[in-house]
């Protein structure tokens, strides 16, 4: 068997709830505008995406709204917000490509997951996503209780 390659990447914060509410299609990589106080704060692991979005605002731009990066405990008068609106760094034809999607066909821009790559910028991984209604989550759910108990034979039976 061979062995797993680790990424070059530190995963911060990750959206585990959007697979089970969203169909997720495209996925890219944006850059996140971010002070100085909210870079160490996120190297110490405790950013929440879980009940994120990404949105427009009236220029055109993305922005990551209600991501909570907790204030760094080191930096005195400093600080940051926590909540606050953070301006995602995306090219323009992605921009226009995903304003698009969102308007015409009723997706949603979602944030699945803030890491920092291997040269050290914080990134985060958004995606197109639709919507699921609750037999669609029953059936993944369904699925996902099916793998388990695959893995859990297959041990047993070795």
Known sequence: ?????????KVVADNRRARFDYEIGDALEAGIMLTGTEVKSLRSGKATIAESYVGLDRSGELYLFNANIPEYL????????????????????????????????????????????????????????????????RQTEKARDWKKEQGRLLRERG
């Open 74 to 137: 080191q930096a005195n008068r400093f600080n940051h917000e926590p909540r606050r609106p953070r301006k995602l760094l995306v090219k323009l034809r992605e921009v226009a490509k995903l304003s698009q999607a969102v308007e015409r066909k009723g997706m949603t821009i979602v944030p699945l997951k803030i890491y920092f790559n291997e040269k050290g910028r914080a990134k985060i991984e958004i995606a197109l996503g639709r919507g699921k209604n609750a037999a669609d989550k």
């Open 1 to 9: 068997m061979a062995p797993k390659t680790q990424p070059d990447f």
